[in-house]
């Protein structure tokens, strides 16, 4: 690992992560990866769920995969809130800090003496951040705040596949990596707006909205009056015209996104659809030119339909599985996928930060951290003396 991120956006600014799941450490993991010095604050013992639950129950010679996707370039405290002295500690930390993230379900840091209330006064440039489901005033701010539940909820599940067939949830936590995302942009306004102010502020980032953002577009057309209805055909929307869909080929499938039909046309050369093609774009009839389409799709495979289409204009591209996907040229390209060695979980490979700055990329210069490794290291640097990190251990504060 290098010395120092290579990425320093944010150098000299101190985020402490009380955060758990995936939006939040998420959302600190953009944050950090800019350069923040970010500390996460975890109860002692490894029993933080991150650490011990693990999607396709992948754990890489007993490390987390789902720990190691979201805490990279931080470093860590163990810390029991419970205890008087840890929520001591805890304010000593917070006295010098410029963010403080959290998404435990809401009243939890009212209880421990740590809301936005309680720490303005001790640090009136503290911008503190509260993520959950629902909100604070929600009527189900008790209720647990996870993906499919809000994708449920949302109308998000709704929208996707064809008309007769379930609900389809999207295949990965779109909510809360959309919500991590809102969550890193709103703290680098809050740091903004703090250059302007002098003060902090607190930011509320909810999943609910999140999942609604997401659906921007069809929302804004439902909100005003649109029909809307599935479609039992290939289109995979309920919004935009003809032929915008996925297709099955002779080995496959291929999208089909907004051509001008006119265009399609010209390519095709299918009688049945030129009347339909007078016009540009045809939402009336988008069924029927899904319909006529279908059979036709299916007499080449995808390779053959992506090398015919694309270079007459027609906006189409294979539906690719994940072997296919980081074989595709575009994708290496993108250069997202980085290698790092792990002391226990040994080549781990993640995906990088997303964006590009001409001040540099940002790269894993700190990797996800052991729990409490950190934990001598930020106390004593806040003035605890070794014999009194000691005493904190033996009392199971630390």
């Given at each position: 690992m290098k010395p120092e991120a290579p990425l320093n956006i944010l150098h000299g600014i101190r985020i402490l992560s009380f955060t758990q799941f995936l939006l939040g450490p998420a959302g600190v993991q953009y944050l950090a990866d800019l350069g923040a010095d970010v500390i996460k604050i975890e109860p002692p013992g490894g029993t933080l769920f991150e650490r011990n639950w693990a999607g396709c129950d992948l754990f890489l010679n007993g490390v987390s995969a789902f720990y190691l996707c979201a805490h990279r370039n931080q470093r860590n405290l163990t810390l029991n809130l419970k205890h008087p002295e840890g929520q001591a500690v805890a304010k000593r930390l917070i006295a010098g800090a410029?963010?403080?993230?959290q998404n435990f379900r809401p009243g939890v840091m009212d209880r421990l003496g740590l809301s936005y209330e309680d720490l303005a006064p001790l640090n009136p440039r503290l911008i503190f951040v509260s993520a959950s489901g629902y909100g604070e005033r929600s009527t189900y701010r008790d209720r647990p705040g996870q993906d499919l539940l809000i994708q449920a909820m949302s109308g998000l599940a709704h929208i996707s596949g064809r008309a007769g067939d379930p609900p389809t949830a999207v295949g990965a936590p779109a909510v809360d990596q959309h919500g991590a995302a809102l969550l890193a942009m709103g703290v680098l306004a809050a740091l903004f707006d703090r250059t302007r102010t002098g003060r902090g502020q607190k930011i509320e980032v909810t999943m609910v909205r999140a999942a609604l953002d997401l659906q921007l577009e069809v929302v804004t057309y439902y909100l005003n009056g649109a029909r809307m209805q599935k479609s039992?055909?290939?289109l995979a929307s309920m919004i935009h015209p003809g032929?915008?869909?996925?297709?099955q080929t002779k080995?496959?499938?291929?999208?089909l996104s907004m051509s001008p039909l006119p265009v399609l046309q010209d390519a095709l050369q299918l009688p049945e659809l030129a009347p339909l093609a007078t016009e540009r774009f045809n939402h009336p009839a988008r069924e029927k030119i899904a319909r006529i389409l279908e059979p036709v799709i299916r007499t080449r495979t995808t390779g053959e339909w992506v090398d015919y289409l694309v270079p007459r204009g027609i906006w189409a591209a294979p539906v690719q599985e994940y072997d296919a996907v980081f074989a595709d040229p575009a994708v290496k390209e993108a250069e997202m996928v980085e290698?790092?060695?792990?002391?226990?979980a040994g080549t781990v490979r993640l995906l990088r930060?997303?964006?590009?700055?001409?001040?540099g990329r940002a790269e894993c210069w700190r990797l996800p951290?052991?729990?409490g490794e950190h934990t001598t290291e930020i106390l004593q640097a806040l003035g605890y003396a070794e014999v009194e990190v000691q005493r904190l251990r033996e009392l199971g504060v630390v």
């Open positions: 410029d963010v403080l993230v039992p055909t290939s032929p915008y869909g996925i297709y080995d496959g499938y291929l999208a290698e790092v060695e792990h002391p226990m930060f997303p964006l590009d700055f001409s001040a951290p052991a729990s």
